[in-house]
T-cell receptor
Framework: ETGVTQTPRHLVMGMTNKKSLKCEQH?????MYWYKQSAKKPLELMFV???????ENNSVPSRFSPECPNSSHLFLHLHTLQPEDSALYLC???????????????FGSGTRLTVV | AQSVTQLDSQVPVFEEAPVELRCNYS??????LFWYVQYPNQGLQLLLK??????LVKSINGFEAEFNKSQTSFHLRKPSVHISDTAEYFC???????????FGTGTSLTVIP
């Protein structure tokens, strides 16, 4: 148990589907993140939420839409994805926005997404 | 801006042999350095970190890394690896102001029985 739970673990979706990834943490952390992990590439930071406000959006296509209803939950809504979006999507949390760079991040196990 | 280079994408090593995973960084400011480990089908876990003080930092499972400022390196070492050490290892760097954080591309360590 890492403290950060992601569901589903695996997801196969067509390019016209709409789906959502869910992340939950009960560590009392105030910052949450979505990362994309593709083979042989550095982890790509997609979105950052601090105290439920989006503070960073790294030029992510609009077909990815994050939502943070409270400090414990983070969603990534997906629609009209492309095959190149297939990857492992990791959720992470940290004590606060700067704490991740000092204390480290707690990651979930990820959702393996395949777009067909 | 900072960047992280992990020179080896794959490192096979026999069980009980020593291993070194290399990490170099570039930065114009003081940095914090991290190693994360990702076991198969899991997320990343913090293995060890350097913030300040002693340049040699250790993890609870026998890994250690040394911060070398002159060579801008933070190589990860273990004197004797186990099968259970098979995983992907990521080096990461952040500025000491905390507002930038970068991961390397990872090194896949495979321990051979």
């Amino acid at each position: 148990e890492t403290g950060v739970t992601q569901t589903p673990r695996h997801l196969v979706m067509g390019m016209t589907n709409k789906k959502s990834l869910k992340c939950e943490q009960h560590l009392g952390h105030n910052a949450m993140y979505w990362y994309k992990q593709s083979a042989k590439k550095p982890l790509e930071l997609m979105f950052v939420y601090s105290l439920e406000e989006r503070v960073e959006n790294n030029s992510v296509p609009s077909r990815f839409s994050p939502e943070c209803p409270n400090s414990s939950h983070l969603f990534l809504h997906l629609h009209t994805l492309q095959p190149e979006d297939s990857a492992l999507y990791l959720c992470a949390s940290s004590q606060d926005r700067l704490g991740g760079s000092y204390y480290g991040y707690t990651f979930g196990s990820g959702t393996r997404l395949t777009v067909v | 801006a900072q960047s992280v280079t992990q020179l080896d994408s794959q490192v096979p090593v026999f069980e009980e042999a020593p291993v070194e995973l290399r990490c170099n960084y570039s930065s114009s400011v003081s940095v914090y350095l991290f190693w994360y480990v990702q076991y198969p089908n899991q997320g990343l876990q913090l293995l060890l970190k350097y913030l300040s003080g002693s340049t040699l930092v250790k993890s609870i499972n026998g890994f250690e890394a040394e911060f070398n400022k002159s060579q801008t390196s933070f190589h990860l070492r273990k004197p004797s690896v186990h099968i259970s050490d098979t995983a992907e290892y990521f080096c990461a760097v952040s500025s000491n102001t905390g507002n930038q954080f970068y991961f390397g591309t990872g090194t896949s360590l495979t321990v051979i029985p």
